[in-house]
């Protein structure tokens, strides 16, 4: 069983938009909920992070959304940049990071 | 300067042979992970070891053994690799006192012929 989804798998849009991602988990027990970004033939980054007592958690551009109730979370990206372009994980933790399977996120200029 | 090598980056093997990925990192961390990526799957946590010695299985560790006698080193064997190996393998540490912040390698991409 599949302890973090994410949705879509692929996304793209125009420079400048807000790009949703959306993820959900299983275990109510996770108590810490990292997104990592990764670009073609790197490695995953820490790109932001929020704890459960949160539910809303804001770096520059990038936003997550929280719903412990509904056990759901998405990253919101605004202004987006081609820069941006990259495949996104969410992920979960309670001693083990579980990771969703990714986004791919594209920005057309 | 924080850093997790891995070697080597690239590896071609034949179905059978034996296979060594190498880890390492220079921030004292407790705490090694392998994993693995395939596309449409994220990544799968192989093995994780919370010290010299102290290593347990992860998610999908049939098939892999580990190897952590030095707390900088953590090595991945695969005894008789198989075709269905092909993958990036990814090693990460993290300190035990922020175990939620992993910092990962580069990646070796390994295919088994």
């Known amino acids: 069983q599949q302890q973090v989804r994410q949705s879509p798998q692929s996304l793209t849009v125009w420079e400048g938009e807000t790009a949703i991602l959306n993820c959900s988990y299983e275990d109510s027990t996770f108590d810490y909920f990292p997104w990592y970004w990764q670009f073609p033939r790197e490695s995953p980054a820490l790109l932001i992070a929020i704890r459960p007592v949160s539910n809303k958690k804001e770096d520059g551009r990038f936003t997550i959304f929280f719903n412990k109730r509904e056990k759901k979370l998405s990253l919101h990206i605004t202004d987006s940049q081609p820069g941006d372009s990259a495949t996104y994980f969410c992920?979960?933790?309670?001693?083990?990071?579980?990771f969703g399977s990714g986004t791919k996120l594209t920005v057309e200029p | 300067d924080m850093k997790v090598t891995q070697m080597p980056r690239y590896l071609i093997k034949r179905m059978g042979e034996n296979v060594l990925l190498e880890c390492g990192q220079d921030?004292?961390?407790?705490?090694m992970y392998w994993y693995r990526q395939d596309p449409g799957l994220g990544l799968q946590l192989i093995y994780i070891?919370?010290?010299?010695?102290?290593?347990s299985e992860g998610d999908i560790p049939k098939g892999y053994r580990v190897s952590r006698k030095k707390r900088e080193h953590f090595s991945l064997i695969l005894d008789s690799a198989k075709t269905n190996q092909t993958s990036v393998y990814f090693c990460a540490s993290s300190s035990h006192f922020n175990q939620d912040t992993q910092y990962f390698g580069p990646g070796t991409r390994l295919l088994v012929l």
């Open positions: 992920a979960a933790i309670f001693s083990v990071l579980y």
């Open positions: 921030m004292s961390h407790e705490t």
């Open positions: 070891s919370y010290d010299v010695d102290s290593n």
